[in-house]
């Protein structure tokens, strides 16, 4: 009778043993991986299409796409996106900045995740998608009202080392590489204005 009892019990152990270890390798599963490729099993409970990048903090160690073209400036060539033609993305607080380089006046701006505001002007940003060559986020426009008055998604994804940019409002560029250089003593213009979150290098 006790041989069957410690028998008993032991298969009752190793039964909610195992069903721990299942269960921690279905957590760790779902917890997130960074861009370098280290899994954080302390944080489950996550679904595999969940998005952690935010590289306005410490989450920027999951971004993919910006860990991947930290630093890079992209170039419309053919000058289609008339309005800034240039871009930079950067794995930092304002993590895409425009510009407008022209010889009158030269602009710069920036934008980070979550709210913006700029001159009364609100807007949000929130990440859709993160791997390493595609990147989207939606630009959620509120104006100088409290309530969304638009929503456009913006989509860039890398192809063949071309930037394929799209939007969910019919606006469709691709930018370049750029070799050009972004200091202030190089620009020839005759102005430079810059904005939050942007600035052209050098004094």
């Not at 701006?109 to 913006?116: I, L, Q, T």
Request: aromatic letters at 18%; hydrophobic letters at 35%.
């Amino acid at each position: 009778m006790k041989k069957i009892f410690v028998t008993a019990s032991c298969f009752i152990i190793f039964s909610c043993f195992k069903t721990d270890i299942v269960q921690f390798e279905k957590k760790n599963k779902l917890a997130p991986i960074d861009a370098s490729g280290l899994q954080y099993g302390g944080i489950g409970g996550m679904t595999d299409t969940a998005i952690i990048c935010n590289p306005a903090g410490l989450g920027r160690k999951f971004c993919r796409f910006l860990r991947k073209y930290d630093n890079t400036f992209w170039t419309d060539t053919e000058n289609y996106y008339s309005d800034f033609s240039d871009i930079q993305f950067l794995n930092s607080e304002h993590f895409i900045s425009f510009f407008d380089i022209s010889n009158d006046v030269s602009y710069c701006k920036g934008w980070r995740p979550g709210e913006n505001t700029y001159d009364g002007i609100k807007w949000n940003i929130e990440i859709k998608r993160d791997e390493e060559d595609i990147f989207w986020f939606d630009y959620e426009y509120y104006g100088t009202s409290q309530e969304i008055e638009y929503t456009i998604l913006y989509k860039y994804e890398v192809i063949d080392s071309l930037l394929h940019f799209s939007s969910s409002d019919d606006e469709n560029f691709i930018f370049s590489p750029s070799e050009k250089n972004y200091s202030k003593d190089s620009i020839d213009t005759s102005e430079i204005i810059e904005m939050e979150g942007c600035t052209f290098y050098g004094a």
